[in-house]
Structure formats: structure tokens, C-alpha cells
């Protein structure tokens, strides 16, 4: 089965920087989309954004448009969400995820998405 692990989380200042990763294992990474979510105790996961599985098309939560950058290297079946201008407000446990279709251009639902990762805890101070 597909395992997805991110990293990278942690403390930073308002106003920071912070680089997540997800590396996947189990199936045929370079063919399906890529998203990431987040979740606080107590609301619904949230959408942040999407990679189509060829990296050519991209789409992001208004929340972090243009702040925030999602990426993706199929050489090494990892993806990557560049944090930038960090807010309090990011606060919340961060997840991978990947697409449950072949040839996959992202998608905000949740739904559609198979498989998960455990998550990576990002708090920004101040």
C-alpha cells in the first residue's frame, strides 16, 4: 500500500519561512496529483493546495495564495509545500495526500485523495 511521510514542521516566528516534504512509497507516485491539507483540534481539515501529476498546473487556498508554494520532484517521489510569510493563523497539523485517479490535476475535496500521511505539526509564534 501507498505510505506518505512528511516533514518538516515545527516552530517558527511570524513572518517566517518553513519547507514541508512528503516522500511517497507504493505505487506509481509520478502519475497521480498531489495535495496538501491541514487541520486544528476542533475544525474540518482544510484545503491548502494542489500539484496536477505532472506538476504543470497548481492550485491554492485564498488563504495562502501567494505566500505559499506547492511543488514536486517525480525523480524522487516527493512533494513539497514552501511556507512563506508565515502567519499564526497557519497554525495546525499538516498532511499529504495523493489522488485517486490516474492522470490527476488536483483537486480541493478530500475525497479524492487515497491515500494520507500521518502529519506534521507547524505552529507560528507571535
Known amino acids: 500500500q501507498v505510505q506518505l511521510v512528511e516533514s518538516g514542521g515545527g516552530l517558527v516566528q511570524a513572518g517566517g519561512s518553513l519547507r514541508l516534504s512528503c516522500a511517497a512509497s507504493?505505487?506509481?507516485?509520478?502519475?497521480?496529483?498531489m495535495g496538501w491539507f491541514r487541520q486544528v483540534p476542533g475544525k474540518e481539515r482544510e484545503f491548502v493546495a494542489a500539484?496536477?501529476?505532472?506538476?504543470?498546473?497548481?492550485d491554492y487556498a485564498d488563504s495562502v495564495k501567494g505566500r505559499f508554494t506547492i511543488s514536486r520532484d517525480n525523480a524522487k517521489n516527493t512533494v513539497y509545500l514552501q511556507m512563506n510569510s508565515l502567519k499564526p493563523e497557519d497554525t495546525a497539523v499538516y498532511y499529504c495526500?495523493?489522488?485517486?485517479?490516474?492522470?490527476?490535476?488536483?483537486?480541493?475535496?478530500?475525497?479524492?485523495?487515497?491515500?494520507w500521511g500521518q502529519g506534521t505539526q507547524v505552529t507560528v509564534s507571535s
Open positions: 507504493g505505487r506509481t507516485f509520478s502519475i497521480y496529483a
Open positions: 500539484i496536477s501529476w505532472n506538476g504543470r498546473s497548481t
Open positions: 495526500a495523493e489522488g485517486n485517479s490516474i492522470g490527476g490535476l488536483g483537486s480541493r475535496k478530500g475525497h479524492e485523495y487515497d491515500y
